[in-house]
């Protein structure tokens, strides 16, 4: 039997964490499902939309994340034809990334999915509720930044 601290469990940011776990696990397994990617190459995916080109430092950096993170899911991704690597030609030790057409297209679709996910999530909200909580969530996010 597992005991619990009731003061924590009741906690906000335990409540905070326990959501965005769920989203999380709903969002990989509709990634997985029907995309083929896990979370981490979608990110991946999404970086590279937003940067366009970037070597794998840059986009590690950008996505807060190892180099040796990126390098195993753009490798994964090239193999797909969702990412093109080409040699970085300011470092021998890193290639430079971007996505192919096929890339763009799977990063848009999967992003629609994930927008259903979280509408999903909010539809018991009411508007003024998701607003309220969304701004907070800024407010929270611009204190730790």
Known sequence: MQVRNSLI???LLNKIVRVANSLEREVENELKVSFALTFSQFRVLNGLLALGEASQ????????????VVTRQAEALSSRGLVAQRPNPRSKRENVLALTPKGERAVFEAAEAINEQQKKLFESLSLKDETAFERAIDVLLKRLV
């Open 57 to 68: 430092r840059e986009l590690a950096t950008n996505l807060e994340v190892t180099p040796a």
């Open 9 to 11: 469990e009741k906690s």
